[in-house]
């Protein structure tokens, strides 16, 4: 599976974070503008991760050291990241799996104004701060939901997430999410209606719940955000 994920990962990686920032008209055409490479990638100590073993080191650091990229890792349950460590960063991938998050509302905010700086952000599997890891309470949707409108997207809260029967609905890309064989419905464990709402996005894959209408994700979805 690692080969065939890792050709539209590597694609993916390729759209949301190295799209060119865009150069001054008046910059020398010798000396381009310098641009950050370093990619902060958050991971949870609270899911028995650790900077070696932890989703993104083994399915996207490599792609992302192809793309000359740097990876360093942060804890995120052990604070948020100093703004002074962040000056070279051009982008924060995470991939978390609980939806609990030490103030969970702090890192809401935290990464809304990081993609408000400019920074690329992308978010494999949950968002993973829907749930205050000490009090058990689930967040204020309306601050969860502005992180993904911060990147262009919406989240319906109307359809809980969870591992109901899903269908493959579309594949706008079949030769990048495809590669190696068809996508096999069985293996979608996961599902949360997310789509785009910000003009030029563009869906890789879109599923929906068996028999229900107006219940299509985009699972994969890069927003110009």
């Given at each position: 599976?690692?080969?065939?994920?890792?050709v539209?990962?590597?694609?993916?990686?390729g759209a949301?974070?190295?799209?060119?920032?865009?150069a001054s008209?008046?910059?020398?055409?010798?000396?381009?503008?310098?641009q950050p490479?370093?990619?902060?990638?958050?991971y949870?100590?609270?899911?028995?991760?650790i900077?070696e073993e932890?989703?993104?080191?083994?399915?996207?650091?490599?792609?992302?050291n192809?793309?000359?990229?740097?990876?360093?890792y942060?804890?995120?349950?052990?604070?948020?990241?100093?703004?002074?460590d962040?000056?070279d960063?051009?982008?924060?991938?995470?991939?978390?799996?609980?939806?609990?998050?030490?103030?969970?509302?702090?890192?809401c905010?935290?990464l809304?104004?990081q993609?408000?700086?400019?920074?690329?952000?992308v978010i494999?599997?949950s968002m993973?701060?829907?749930?205050?890891a000490?009090?058990?309470?689930?967040?204020d949707w309306r601050?969860?939901?502005?992180?993904?409108?911060?990147?262009g997207?919406?989240?319906?809260?109307?359809?809980e997430?969870?591992?109901p029967d899903v269908?493959?609905?579309?594949?706008n890309?079949?030769?990048?999410?495809?590669?190696?064989?068809?996508?096999?419905?069985?293996?979608?464990?996961f599902?949360?209606?997310?789509?785009?709402t910000?003009p030029?996005?563009?869906?890789?894959?879109?599923?929906?719940?068996?028999?229900m209408e107006n219940?299509?994700?985009?699972?994969i979805?890069v927003?110009?955000k």
């Amino acid at each position: 599976m690692r080969a065939r994920r890792g050709v539209w990962l590597a694609g993916l990686l390729g759209a949301a974070l190295c799209a060119s920032s865009g150069a001054s008209a008046t910059e020398s055409e010798d000396r381009p503008a310098w641009q950050p490479r370093t990619i902060l990638a958050l991971y949870k100590s609270s899911e028995a991760q650790i900077p070696e073993e932890n989703p993104i080191r083994m399915m996207l650091e490599f792609l992302l050291n192809d793309l000359g990229l740097v990876v360093h890792y942060h804890d995120i349950t052990q604070g948020l990241p100093e703004d002074q460590d962040l000056r070279d960063v051009r982008g924060i991938v995470t991939w978390f799996s609980t939806p609990e998050m030490p103030d969970a509302q702090a890192y809401c905010d935290w990464l809304v104004r990081q993609i408000e700086a400019g920074r690329k952000v992308v978010i494999f599997s949950s968002m993973g701060a829907f749930v205050e890891a000490k009090s058990g309470e689930t967040i204020d949707w309306r601050e969860a939901e502005r992180v993904f409108t911060a990147l262009g997207a919406r989240i319906d809260p109307a359809l809980e997430p969870g591992h109901p029967d899903v269908v493959l609905a579309s594949s706008n890309d079949p030769a990048l999410i495809a590669y190696e064989a068809p996508i096999d419905p069985a293996e979608l464990t996961f599902y949360q209606r997310v789509f785009a709402t910000y003009p030029g996005s563009q869906p890789f894959l879109t599923v929906q719940l068996r028999g229900m209408e107006n219940s299509d994700s985009q699972m994969i979805v890069v927003t110009p955000k």
